[in-house]
């Protein structure tokens, strides 16, 4: 199974190239590209093939190819709910990305 890294604006220099999954907030979006917010502050332009529709403000995870610092060539957006946490979020993902070697394995019954 392939996973890809959770991150937040950071990050992103460590992922350059990389098939990443970023959480944000909806500042802009014009369908084939939008401008978020992402969990920690950073603001990045995502740029999409097909129409992506999501509400100014609405909360979104995009999975996406980092391009650079600032730039993410999205592949799938999911609008996420109203009262998503965007702090805890980034709280969770910074803890985790502390432990990158730490991986849960399901346990057989």
Same mark, same amino acid.
């Given at each position: 199974? &392939?996973?890809?890294?959770?991150?937040?604006?950071?990050?992103?220099?460590?992922?350059?190239?990389? @098939?990443? =999954?970023?959480?944000?907030?909806?500042?802009?979006?014009?369908?084939?590209?939008?401008? #978020? @917010? #992402?969990?920690?502050?950073?603001? =990045?332009? =995502?740029?999409?093939? &097909?129409?992506? @529709?999501?509400?100014?403000?609405?909360?979104? @995870? =995009?999975?996406?190819?980092?391009?650079?610092?600032?730039? #993410?060539?999205?592949?799938? #957006?999911?609008?996420?709910? &109203?009262?998503? &946490?965007?702090?805890?979020?980034?709280?969770?993902?910074?803890?985790?990305?502390?432990?990158?070697?730490?991986?849960?394995?399901?346990?057989?019954?």
């Amino acid at each position: 199974m &392939d996973t890809k890294a959770r991150i937040n604006g950071s990050m992103l220099g460590d992922n350059i190239g990389q @098939e990443i =999954v970023a959480v944000g907030r909806v500042i802009t979006n014009d369908g084939k590209s939008m401008k #978020l @917010e #992402l969990a920690d502050g950073a603001n =990045v332009l =995502v740029s999409f093939v &097909d129409v992506m @529709e999501a509400m100014p403000n609405s909360c979104v @995870e =995009v999975n996406a190819r980092v391009s650079d610092t600032r730039t #993410l060539s999205g592949m799938a #957006l999911t609008v996420l709910s &109203d009262d998503f &946490d965007l702090k805890i979020y980034n709280e969770a993902i910074t803890f985790a990305s502390r432990y990158e070697n730490f991986v849960m394995k399901a346990v057989a019954a």
